[in-house]
């Protein structure tokens, strides 16, 4: 599989969804971030990686090593839109909290917003 992403930094935990289940990270030279998750399909863990734009929109869920691909195609599409779904919601309050974050440090860096 040639794939040119690279991920870059895991996130923060301050940004991060509490009581997630998986990791965020950087996309390198990209606006969006990757989710790495474990699909649960008949008992078995199945490790995945979502791309999510900057509008918070899954862009591909994708399996992560040669057995995950091999049961991709046997989960149920129903299954992969609950996961996208509770990916794209918890998006929503990761770049919430990376636009917080990121203007706690502008602000601190101008003089205003002193913790």
Known sequence: MDDSRRLVAS??????????LGCWYRVHQSDSLFYV????QGGILVPCGAEIAQNGK?????????????????????LIQVYIRRIESAAA???AGIARDSGDRDADASGWGER
Do not use: C, D, K
């Open 58 to 78: 899954v862009i591909e869920i994708i399996p992560l090593g040669s057995h995950a691909r091999q049961i991709m195609g046997r989960i149920p599409q129903g």
């Open 37 to 40: 998750f474990t699909l649960m």
């Open 93 to 95: 309050t990761v770049f």
């Open 11 to 20: 996130l923060p935990h301050s940004v991060a969804v509490p009581f997630s």
